[in-house]
Nanobody, 128 residues
Framework: QVRLKESGGGLVQTGGSLRLSCGAS????????TSWFRQAPGKEREFVGA????????YYVDSVKGRFTFSRDNAKNTVYLQMNSLKPEDTATYYC?????????????????????WGQGTQVTVSS
């Protein structure tokens, strides 16, 4: 059993920055892909992007490219999501999730059913 916990959310003005963390504990395994999803009220959960086990591979959806950056510190079992130039449309609950290996296609990365473990989410609110 892997437990994931997100932290770092909060309220920020448009153009501001936040750094989210996703800490893993329990029976962690490798290699894993860690992905971030977000869900706004009344909307479906949306894939944001992913980072591979060694951080060599990353994927970002177009709406966050150039603004969001993933990184990881495997010694700390932690993945980070640096969010810059935040927009009101980034407002959502952000979730991290993990799956084994590195899914080979973007479509596969984005499939929620692919992920074995999820965190409980952290709220990000961007005010206009």
């Amino acid at each position: 059993q892997v437990r994931l916990k997100e932290s770092g959310g909060g309220l920020v003005q448009t153009g501001g920055s936040l750094r989210l963390s996703c800490g893993a504990s329990g029976r962690t395994f490798s290699p894993i892909t860690t992905s971030w999803f977000r869900q706004a009220p009344g909307k479906e959960r949306e894939f944001v992007g992913a980072i591979s086990w060694r951080g060599i591979n990353t994927y970002y959806v177009d709406s966050v490219k150039g603004r969001f950056t993933f990184s990881r510190d495997n010694a700390k079992n932690t993945v980070y999501l640096q969010m810059n130039s935040l927009k009101p449309e980034d407002t959502a609950t952000y979730y991290c999730a993990v799956t084994a290996g590195w899914p080979t296609t973007a479509q596969d990365l984005a499939m929620t059913v692919r992920y074995d473990y999820w965190g409980q989410g952290t709220q990000v609110t961007v005010s206009s």
